[in-house]
């Protein structure tokens, strides 16, 4: 009873909870100790808040008793541990936050904790979410739940991690690049980044501001949809975030897609892609043809340019956001005789070789001189592949493409080579230059027993026909059950 | 437009970071080559394009200019790495 308590999705808890059949208590009480029993190995948890965990579980028991129904009350979930939690260390999987316990909750968590949610912990990343492997943690690597010799993506690793080894109900992560997609792929989850500004940034550790954006990682595509609609709409604390009313999400599930025109880029089927992820989504192609949607292939000519665009704005946005890691007002601080000592110490012992690198990139392409070249010309790019993509959602109301180009490889593979990793985020990154929301959904295993994604994106706020097309190719389709060998 | 050592340095430097040799060795020959991939970007033709710096067409997002508690002096201090009353310690400046 307890193991199948925590292999429910959102969906399949919440109406126990509301029933009252279970108790917020025995289902956190249960994912505890599936936790305690599994997380050594696979690493998902870089904190894991039993004593928070049951305080707010049994604040949902009295809030149910009250005869409250939040959607969520009693529903536990990890968050990534780039998101500020109250009183619960906030690390980045950094040493540089190593002991960084934040003073105020981030929005999203705000909104969760009114609708009832319990967190059981602080999920594993790349530090500062600067990675596609969970390897640049400071806190260990998370091992993939499919195959523990792989890595389970990245950035937001141990969130998909943890979603597709049942060690929580639903999670957080957050997106900059293909970091909720990219690891929602590789653990054969579901991951929605949204819409750029649909959900507010604020208590999200900044990595690159233009793009951050956070999103769920789900067991199946209506739990994406319900926790959307509880962390979606706009905050005052955060100045980006958009003012567009918040659609009733749940309602688009279940429209049929007949007629529906899904593009398919040709550009994401080119050379690189592994032949066992194309045949999979070649299939799932087939599939939401067989459910009546038009197929219509389209060019999106600037794709090739994504990587080298996104790693400049990206790398220049971060190299300014953690200047404030100063060794001042929080966080590590090295010994050092004079301030500009304290400062070079602090930050070199306390970030990471990623970091230290994209921090180093981004400098250097915002310095006098080289800003035109670099920063400036990658703005223009990103600018006509927003273009471009405006120009393919005129024709198409989504556009269904591969999430990575081969299944997750294994923990150590890519070795010091920053380039290699920084290409498999090929067709997740244009979703994040131009703002537009993507979904990953599990669409078949590799003959090594590795799951493969399917992406849909949409046009700004399209968030509704692309949970539409989702939920229909998941109901045709049975790779969401699939579930890890686990002991 | 290869990048030298001393250039990386200088670099560090603006960045505040002081890099053991080998970190210097081993960020010169990364960074050229990841400027030698984004090299590719100066093929595509951006003349009269307007960058864009961000994607959502917001301007000027007003509100009313209400007193709200902030966070107060004592939460603000407790991750400090040092403080001494109610401010933050640096080391000697001058």
Redesign the interface.
């Known amino acids: 009873m307890a193991e199948d308590l925590c292999r429910l999705s959102v969906s399949g808890l919440a109406p126990l909870l509301a029933r009252r059949e279970v108790s917020p208590v025995e289902v956190t009480e249960a994912m505890l100790s599936r936790i305690t029993a599994l997380d050594p190995d696979i690493n998902a948890y870089i904190t894991v808040d039993e004593e928070g965990a049951w305080a707010q579980a049994r604040e949902a028991e009295a809030r149910l008793g009250r005869g409250e129904n939040g959607v969520l009350l009693g529903v536990p979930l990890a968050l990534k541990d780039v998101l500020a939690t109250k009183g619960l260390r906030t690390t980045c999987a950094s040493r540089i936050l190593e002991n960084f316990v934040p003073p105020y909750d981030a929005t999203v968590c705000v909104r969760l904790r009114k609708a009832g949610a319990v967190f059981l912990g602080k999920a594993n990343m790349d530090e500062f979410a600067m990675g596609s492997s969970t390897e640049n943690s400071a806190f260990g690597v998370t091992r993939n739940p499919w195959r523990r010799d792989c890595i389970p993506g990245g950035s937001s690793g141990g969130s998909a991690a943890a979603v597709a080894a049942d060690l929580c109900t639903a999670s957080l992560g957050s997106d900059t690049g293909g970091s909720i997609r990219q690891p929602a792929a590789h653990c054969g989850v579901v991951g929605l980044k949204p819409t750029y500004g649909r959900v507010s940034r604020f208590g999200l550790v900044a990595y690159a501001s233009s793009l951050d954006q956070i999103g769920p990682l789900t067991k199946e595509v209506r739990d994406a949809a319900l926790l959307l609609q509880v962390i979606a709409g706009p905050d005052a604390k955060d100045s980006t975030s958009a003012p567009e009313p918040v659609p009733d999400y749940l309602e688009s599930l279940g429209k049929d897609i007949k007629g529906l025109r899904i593009g398919v880029p040709r550009e994401f089927f080119g050379e690189g892609l592994d032949q066992e992820v194309e045949g999979a989504v070649r299939k799932a192609l087939k599939t939401l043809e067989g459910l009546g949607a038009d197929l219509m292939e389209v060019s999106l000519p600037l794709t090739e340019y994504a990587v080298a665009t996104y790693y400049i704005i990206a790398m220049a946005e971060a190299s300014s956001n953690l200047a404030r890691y100063d060794g001042v007002k929080y966080g590590f601080r090295a010994p050092a005789g004079n301030l500009q000592e304290m400062y070079a110490r602090t930050r070199t012992e306390g970030f990471g070789t990623e970091v230290l690198r994209r921090i180093m990139l981004g400098t250097y392409t915002l310095s006098a001189g080289y800003y035109e070249a670099y920063y400036r010309k990658a703005s223009q790019v990103r600018a006509l592949m927003r273009r471009d993509l405006d120009r393919a959602f005129e024709t198409c109301t989504v556009l269904a493409t591969p999430v990575a180009p081969t299944p997750a490889f294994c923990i150590g593979e890519k070795g010091d080579d920053p380039l290699t990793m920084y290409l498999s985020d090929i067709f997740t990154i244009s979703a994040n230059l131009a703002g537009i929301p993507g979904i990953s959904l599990p669409c078949g295993l590799s003959a090594a027993g590795l799951p493969i994604g399917l992406q849909l994106m949409g046009p700004p706020f399209g968030e509704p026909q692309v949970l539409q097309v989702a939920f229909a190719f998941e109901q045709a389709t049975e790779f969401h059950r699939a579930k890890p060998p686990l002991a | ?1 290869a ?1 030298t050592k001393e ?2 340095l200088h ?2 430097n ?6 053991d040799p080998q ?1 210097v060795d ?2 010169t020959r ?2 050229n ?3 030698a ?2 090299e ?5 033709d ?1 003349a009269g ?8 067409p ?1 301007y000027n ?1 007003f ?1 009313e200019d209400e007193v709200t508690p902030g ?1 107060s002096r004592e ?2 201090l ?5 403080q001494e009353e109610g401010t ?1 310690v ?4 001058i």
């Not at chain 2, 590719?40 to 595509?44: F, G, I, N, P, Y």
């Not at chain 2, 407790?78 to 040092?82: I, K, L, R, S, W």
């Not at chain 2, 640096?90 to 400046?93: D, S």
């Open positions: 437009m990048l250039e990386v670099v560090a603006l960045a505040r970071l002081s890099l970190q081993r960020f990364q960074l080559d990841i400027l991939y984004v590719k970007l100066q093929e595509v951006t394009v307007q960058p864009m710096a961000h994607v959502v917001l997002v509100r966070l939460d603000s407790a991750n400090a790495p040092v933050f640096v080391p000697r400046v």
